[in-house]
């Protein structure tokens, strides 16, 4: 069964097509990758795709139920959650209250949202942080913050941008095996990810976009060798050199 649809998207900016007729399907229970070079487009897929920008184009269904049109509150309350590229915590606040923020969308009263979010912040290994100001808090544990502020408001489908960009190998591993558990809990995850080692770790299938356009998909190994893929992804380092 398919989760998460998505038909047709497509979004401009100005004269630039961010996203051009994009369409696939997030299964549920399913960890599935979105890579390509930088500029791609694949943030600009989940700012649509969680309401933060209206897209021109497309239809996206969550459980049967089309988002179109609707604020980024009411999705999240259906049940689609996202984390940000740039974390952006609110920092003259705690830990701890940052992630309550999220848990208040499911708990009514501040104890109930107190506990949701320390639950979170536990298995998430922040719960010595709790009482910190997320200001404070070095990258990887940023990271971490802003992943356990989208899973307190407890989502069924999970969109995770970058959420391994900036960390050494142990805290890739350590990251790795926190989604695995989350996506065990039953929910699905829609991951971008430069950091291949987390994609061949976690991505059942990965898709591809260059242009905002899909351009490969199939499982890790197969990407990878794929000749289109590797030369957009070289094709644009040139650019950039
Ligand atoms: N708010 C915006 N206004 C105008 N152009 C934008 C805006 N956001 C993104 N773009 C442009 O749209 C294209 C896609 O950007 P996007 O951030 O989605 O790429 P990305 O694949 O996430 O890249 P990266 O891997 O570097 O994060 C880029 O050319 C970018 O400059
Ligand atoms: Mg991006």
Not at 130 to 151: S, T, V
Request: with cysteine; charged share 20%; proline share 3%.
């Amino acid at each position: 069964m398919n989760i998460l649809s998505v038909q047709d998207l497509g979004k401009n900016f100005g004269g630039l097509t961010a996203v051009k007729d994009l369409s696939f399907k997030l299964k549920q229970g399913e960890i599935l990758a979105l890579i390509g070079p930088n500029g791609a487009g694949k943030t600009t897929v989940f700012a649509c795709l969680s309401g933060f920008l209206r897209a021109e184009q497309g239809q996206v269904i969550l459980e049967g139920q089309s988002l179109w049109g609707l604020s980024p509150h009411q999705i999240c309350a259906l049940g689609l959650a996202r984390t940000f590229q740039i974390v952006r915590p609110f920092l003259n606040i705690s830990v701890l209250d940052n992630v309550m923020v999220g848990a208040f969308l499911r708990q009514k009263s501040v104890a109930k949202a107190r506990e949701a979010a320390l639950k979170v912040l536990d298995f998430m290994g922040l719960a010595r942080q709790a009482h910190k100001e997320a200001g404070g808090l070095p990258l990887p544990q940023r990271k971490r913050l802003e992943l356990a502020k989208a899973l307190a408001t407890g989502p069924r489908v999970l969109l995770l941008d970058e959420v391994m960009a900036g960390l050494n190998p142990t805290e890739v591993d350590e990251l790795i095996a926190l989604i695995r558990d989350i996506n065990r809990q039953g929910v699905s995850i829609l991951l971008i990810e430069h950091v291949m080692r987390g994609v061949m770790a976690l991505a059942q299938r990965v898709l591809v976009i260059n242009y905002g356009q899909l351009i490969a998909q199939g499982t890790p190994a197969e990407v990878v060798g794929n000749q289109e893929v590797i030369a957009a992804y070289l094709g644009r380092g040139l650019k950039h050199a």
